[in-house]
């Protein structure tokens, strides 16, 4: 959820705050989460040191009958990222999220976990693409809303 100076910080017209975009690449076969921030110093957030990287991501939007897939393109200038993710028997997953830079302990936005497959690299970039989990045998929740259930709503 959104903070009340995330929210400043996005609607000022200028402001000094600016947001910086982290992920984190986990799953079997990589021992040590990789983590990386868009900006042009590593950040400790919550502990953990997110490394600076140049990347881009288009997340998955979900519609009414299926989910679109998404994509990430990372700089991998000094190949840690190339070498961790060769030969893994499972797609790693991804977590992205947004945090102020003044306030990097305290999300701002918080994607669900990405599938992250179909990976591909050279020399200057990894570019792979991410999905969702396929939801659509799980049941919907269902609140009933009526003077029993809910009392309060109706006094």
Same mark, same amino acid.
């Given at each position: ?5 995330? +929210? &400043?910080?996005?609607? %000022? =017209? ?25 900006? #042009?110093? %590593?950040?400790?957030?919550?502990? +953990? @040191? ?5 990347? &881009? ?6 519609? %009414? ?5 998404? &994509?990430? =393109?990372? #700089?991998?200038? %000094? =190949? ?7 030969? +893994? ?10 945090? +102020?830079?003044?306030?990097?302990? @305290? ?7 990405? =599938? ?18 396929? #939801?659509? #045998? ?18």
């Amino acid at each position: 959820m959104v903070t009340e100076a995330g +929210l &400043r910080a996005a609607t %000022d =017209r200028e402001s000094g705050d600016p947001f910086l975009t982290c992920i984190e690449i986990s799953g079997a076969g990589i021992p040590t989460p990789l983590r990386f921030v868009m900006n #042009d110093e %590593d950040i400790i957030s919550n502990g +953990l @040191t997110y490394n600076r990287s140049g990347f &881009r991501y288009k997340a998955p939007a979900q519609g %009414d009958s299926i989910a679109s897939a998404g &994509r990430l =393109r990372i #700089d991998n200038v %000094d =190949r840690v990222l190339s070498q961790a993710v060769m030969g +893994l028997s499972e797609d790693p997953q991804v977590i992205i999220f947004e945090i +102020l830079k003044s306030d990097p302990d @305290t999300a701002q936005m918080l994607f669900p976990p990405f =599938r992250f497959f179909g990976i591909g690299w050279d020399i200057f970039v990894m570019e792979g693409t991410l999905g969702v989990p396929d #939801d659509q #045998d799980e049941p919907a929740v269902s609140l009933n809303m009526d003077p029993t259930e809910a009392p309060g709503l109706f006094s």
